[in-house]
């Protein structure tokens, strides 16, 4: 019998059904991933490392959609603001796997390989080493804050008589107010950065 011109079974297959499957259940199985896709069980391990492999998939597939050339980018306040606005635009696409992700240890290569390029760039901005991880790290936080953020509904809040000034507050924000606060926390991050690097930051 001859074979099949397509594969019934990769790498690319198995990250797009996991990741289908968290998108829309908010977690995976590997039998699950099996059966959507027509297989035994045995045969999506024949392929990935268990489930954690499948995880560092779906994470290199999530990654894939940021903007790599953004860390090329100058001056470097302009780089790591245009990397974090398509960092959370890839995230706020899969809002469901952020959990899943952000628990486990990062170790798929290609991610690992954005996070290095991001480290060179503040080191080369002149900022010290013990600051770049806690400055990368707060970035991620805002970052995938936010991109759940755009996952909620549009009024998080159902005000009652007790609480008129937060009605008003409100009633003053108008539509687009997760990324209405995503651009002030990033400016916000941003300011900050430029106090700890020194030199250039004008209030």
Known sequence: MARPRTPLLDRERIAATALQLVAEHGEFSVPQIARALGVQTGSVYHHVDGRAGVVELIRELVCDRITDEALTLGPWDRALEEWARSYRAAFAAYP????????????????????????????????????????????????????????????????????????????????????????????????????????????
């Open 96 to 203: 469901r796997a952020i959990p899943l992700l952000m628990t486990t240890p990062v170790r798929a290569p290609r991610v690992l390989a954005h996070y290095e390029r991001a480290v060179a760039l503040l080191l080369a901005a002149g900022f010290p080493e013990p600051q770049v991880m806690p400055l990368l790290t707060a970035l991620e936080n805002l970052v995938l804050g936010s991109a759940l953020d755009l996952a909620a509904p549009e009024a998080m809040w159902e005000p009652s008589p007790d609480t008129p000034l937060l009605s008003r507050a409100l009633a003053t924000v108008g539509p687009g107010r997760a990324d209405t606060a995503f651009d002030l926390a990033l400016a916000a991050f941003l300011s900050y950065a430029r106090i700890l690097r020194g030199g250039d930051y004008a209030p």
